[in-house]
């Protein structure tokens, strides 16, 4: 089992630049957490999709943030414009489908070796 | 507010001992709370899950307790060593149980000298 994928690992732009970091959640996997970790806030949910679907995504901080899904072994974070507060670490996770009633948030989370995202 | 607090400060303990580590909330009713392990620019690990029906739970070297009425997990590691230097995450369900999602503690950092 190859974990969670993300790419790319490093990423260091100028403001005003978009950025999109990318996610492959595991195989059979049908939740899918995209997180932000600084130092200041620790690690915040920024949203997450279940089967593909957006579920909860009140923790973007603005609508510079976007994110998508477009199949179940795909996900993209796109910040535009970016700014430097915006740098940080972006892990993305996954988790095996909850049972019955209960939220992803149930099960265990796999995560992402992370981004760790520069803005100049 | 609701609130997860762990130790900011960092645990240091020698090689052998029992290392404790606490994480207390406010303002939440979690019906579980989950902990996770995270080294240096690595993602995060799940270690253990509690439900707020079962008092302790345990994993090798590892326990974990949960008390609904002090809200407070404890999480314990017996006969340290120092590959267990790392940083711990207490997480809890914030929201409804088929829509919540994990809000985590800022972590402690253990150390574990030889």
């Known amino acids: 089992d190859a974990g969670v994928i993300q790419s790319p690992r490093h990423e260091v732009t100028e403001m005003g630049q978009e950025v999109t970091l990318r996610c492959k959640p595991i195989s059979g996997h049908n939740s899918l957490f995209w997180y932000r970790q600084t130092m200041m806030r620790g690690l915040e949910l920024l949203i997450y999709?279940?089967?593909?679907?957006?579920?909860?995504d009140s923790g973007m901080p603005e609508d510079r943030f976007s994110a998508k899904m477009p199949n179940a072994s795909f996900s993209t974070l796109k910040i535009q414009p970016s700014e430097p507060r915006d740098s940080a670490v972006y892990f993305c996770a996954s988790s095996r489908p909850p049972t019955s009633g209960r939220a992803p948030s149930y099960n265990e989370q796999f995560f992402g070796p992370g981004t760790r995202l520069t803005v100049l | 507010s609701q609130k997860i607090e762990q130790n900011s400060e960092a645990l240091n303990i020698q090689e052998g001992k029992t290392a404790t580590l606490t994480c207390n909330y406010t303002?939440?009713?979690?019906?579980?709370l989950q902990w996770y392990r995270q080294d240096p620019g690595r993602g995060p690990v799940f270690l253990l899950l509690i439900r707020e029906n079962e008092k302790e739970k345990r994993k090798e070297r590892l326990k974990v307790t949960f008390d609904t009425t002090l809200k407070q997990s404890l999480f314990h590691i017996t006969a340290s060593q120092p590959a267990d230097s790392a940083t711990y995450l207490c997480?809890?369900?914030?929201?409804?149980?088929?829509?919540?999602?994990?809000?985590f503690g800022q972590g402690t950092t253990l150390q574990v000298k030889p």
């Open positions: 303002n939440y009713s979690p019906a579980y």
């Open positions: 997480a809890l369900v914030k929201g409804s149980s088929n829509t919540g999602k994990l809000i």
């Open positions: 999709f279940n089967n593909n679907v957006p579920i909860d």
